[in-house]
């Protein structure tokens, strides 16, 4: 299947510090990223819903001045979590539809650990 | 709006044995796809399998199998032969195949563990 690549996997972090993660889908061409947190024990909830060149959509209750997306390319997407807080602490997944014929697959990154101290 | 039903917490099966997931779903969409993921310890999300609700067969995809029935709103996974590795989370989702809210909407899991 398609790849998608999600960096870091894991990182820990200070309080009040900003955490950027990278999305990349490697062979293939993404208009349309999403983000997910999971925490633990628990199914996904979507975030945000990121759009090449416009700006990203966001879930209701998502504060999108504390996760900033940017999806300048058609193989990147980034978040990032500002002024991190213990609370941020949780698994973030990223994730990107290909198109293959009347499917659309949504595949998905590794996913970033974060702790903030 | 879309809700999947996943009742089984948790299950286990013997190695070498087949193990039916369930999952259950409700929607007003004609059109629609039906996914399962697996997620093992290490958090990633793996596709597994695809049905599409226009689809006339069953998708197969190697030891997984969809037993979709579409009247009682199912979509249950099916694994042959499990697998110690088989050990992980499963995820049933969906994806209404129009309109604008086209986004995959999860159930709450199944953890399943494969007995040695």
């Known amino acids: 299947g398609a790849v998608v690549s999600q960096h870091p996997s894991r990182v820990i972090c200070k309080s009040g510090t900003s955490v950027k993660i990278e999305c990349r889908s490697l062979d293939f061409q993404a208009t349309t990223m999403f983000w997910y947190r999971q925490f633990p024990k628990q199914s996904l909830m979507l975030m945000a819903t990121s759009n090449e060149g416009s700006k990203a959509t966001y879930e209701q209750g998502v504060e999108k001045d504390k996760f900033l997306i940017n999806h300048a390319s058609l193989t990147l997407s980034t978040l990032t979590v500002t002024s991190a807080h213990p609370e941020d602490s949780s698994f973030y997944i990223c994730s990107a539809r290909v198109a293959s014929g009347s499917r659309n697959i949504q595949y998905f990154g590794a996913g970033t650990r974060l702790s903030v101290l | 709006a879309q809700k999947i039903t996943q009742t089984q917490p948790g299950m286990f099966v013997q190695e070498k044995e087949a193990v039916t997931l369930d999952c259950t779903y409700d929607?007003?969409?004609?059109?629609?796809?039906l996914f399962w993921y697996k997620q093992p310890s290490s958090g990633e999300m793996i596709f597994l399998i695809y049905?599409?609700?226009?689809?006339?067969q069953n998708a197969t995809e190697g030891r997984y199998s969809l037993n979709f029935q579409k009247a009682r709103k199912s979509a249950n996974l099916v694994i042959s032969a499990s697998q110690l590795g088989d050990s992980a989370m499963y995820f049933c989702?969906?994806?209404?195949?129009?309109?604008?809210?086209?986004?995959?909407?999860f159930g709450s899991g199944t953890q399943l563990t494969v007995l040695p």
């Open positions: 989702a969906m994806r209404p195949r129009s309109g604008s809210a086209r986004q995959l909407t």
């Open positions: 929607t007003s969409d004609q059109s629609y796809g």
């Open positions: 049905q599409g609700s226009y689809d006339e």
